[in-house]
């Protein structure tokens, strides 16, 4: 069975920083792409990072500058630094990942840590 948890979250003031952790475990053969999403309340789930296996990254347009997804293969972690944080950057973040186990291949989520950004 695999995992991925989260750590990191947390109530910061607008302009600051938090960094996120994804931690994924189990039996895993190798990681994919690796994501970061977001939710705020009353809205829909959008992406926020990507990072593939090679390790390039792409980024909404929101967070360009600003954040930074980095990866950690040989302990199966996704990072998510958020720099110059914003009261709308407040939201639970996701972490989600393609992951190949000797079942196959699918897709996972954590279950989410919050982010609070006040003004």
């Known amino acids: 069975q695999v995992q991925l948890v989260e750590s990191g979250g947390g109530l910061v003031q607008a302009g600051g920083s938090l960094g996120l952790s994804c931690a994924a475990s189990?039996?895993?053969?190798?990681?994919?792409?690796m994501r970061w999403y977001r939710q705020a309340p009353g809205k829909q789930r959008e992406w926020v990072a990507v990072?593939?296996?090679?390790?390039?990254?792409t980024y909404v347009d929101s967070v360009k500058g600003r954040f930074t997804i980095s990866r950690d293969n040989a302990q199966n972690t996704v990072y998510l630094q958020m720099n110059s944080l914003k009261p709308e950057d407040t939201a639970v973040y996701y972490c989600n990942a393609d992951i190949q186990t000797t079942y196959g291949s699918r897709n996972y989520w954590g279950q989410g840590t919050q982010v609070t950004v006040s003004s």
């Open positions: 189990g039996s895993i053969f190798s990681i994919n792409t």
């Open positions: 990072i593939t296996s090679g390790g390039s990254t």
